[in-house]
């Protein structure tokens, strides 16, 4: 395999996966853990892009240089935590030359028994890019470090009737620590975030002043995170951390603001002003007014008379 395939090389197995970096085949056909430094296909030779048909969560060690998160760096050298859902491609980035560490990769299978199977699709960052991976601290490494030595350790006993429960535990406290750190994150990166926060609100302001809603529409998440290069649910969640809110729940915020501006000092009527903002139809802008408000547009500009 070449490094300049120009399609990304798709895998549906582990076992595949095992066979394409060299490595022998996995304990168990649904999980597996890798040790970086037991793959011994040189990196010119592996594949720029993949698709996986399970889960992977890596763990990096040693990366060397400074790798850019969003429009930051990392606040740790100590290593990364990235995660990749299912079908999800995952480009290698020229800045990762030499690193160590793990890489657990498992079926939707493995889980699907367990209470994992059904909650797994609560942990956000999943969605997240590669480049919104999770920087931990001294303490933090040791906590994760162990948590996969005990993957390990469960891999090197025969496996019995426990032995998928346990490892799926495993797993699952894997991810609800990451959830814990990626929440400290959020608070370390707190300044970062608020660059971000106001370039989100002046993106808003702009869309709103250039009349963009009557050809496009209302913003949508998707428009703002493109606009500031961050994954959307990465952007909700550190929105959420913020101010309380999710992104779609601050585009509405924003649509409420500028409504109100309309309806308390121009002539427009709920329709008009209804499409300025973005709507297709006057309802569902009365609507989320409402719910906002605890009043309707009319009532709320019948306060000003």
């Known amino acids: 395999m070449k490094n300049a395939a120009k399609s990304p090389s798709t895998f549906h197995s582990i076992s595949e996966l095992h066979r394409a970096l060299g490595l022998p ?21 592996l594949p720029t892009a993949l698709i996986l048909n399970f889960y992977k969560i890596s763990y990096k060690l040693n990366l060397q240089g400074k790798i850019k998160y969003g429009q930051n760096y990392y606040d740790f050298d100590e290593g990364g935590l990235s995660f990749i859902s299912p079908n999800q491609i995952i480009a290698a980035s020229e800045d990762e030359k030499d690193y160590s560490g793990y890489t657990l990769l498992f079926h939707a299978d493995f889980i699907r028994n367990h209470a994992l199977g ?93 009349e963009k809603p009557l050809t496009s529409g209302l913003p949508t998440v998707q428009y703002l995170s493109d606009a500031l290069q961050v994954s959307p649910r990465y952007l909700s969640d550190m929105l959420r951390s913020l101010t309380g ?39 569902s802008f009365s609507k989320i007014f409402k719910r906002k408000t ?6 709320f500009k019948q306060s000003f008379n």
């Open 25 to 45: 085949k996995p304990f168990h056909p649904l999980i597996s853990l890798v040790n970086y430094g037991a793959i011994s296909v040189a990196p010119e030779d």
């Open 118 to 210: 059904k909650n797994i699709r609560n942990f956000g960052f999943f969605s997240y890019s590669t480049n919104e991976a999770l920087h931990l601290s001294e303490s933090e490494k040791t906590i994760i470090i162990g948590i996969f030595e005990n993957i390990t350790k469960e891999f090197s006993v025969s496996i019995d009737s426990f032995s998928q429960d346990l490892i799926a535990s495993q797993i699952e406290l894997l991810l609800k620590y990451s959830d814990r750190f990626y929440n400290r994150q959020f608070i370390t990166r707190k300044i970062g975030n608020n660059n971000l926060l106001s370039n989100l609100e002046q993106l808003l302001s702009d869309y709103f002043a250039d």
């Open 245 to 283: 809110q999710n992104a779609q729940q601050h585009i509405h915020s924003k649509v409420i603001e500028k409504a109100k501006d309309y309806l308390s000092t121009g002539n427009l009527s709920v329709s008009e002003i209804a499409y300025q903002l973005g709507f297709e139809h006057p309802q």
């Open 294 to 299: 605890s009043l309707t547009p009319i009532e």
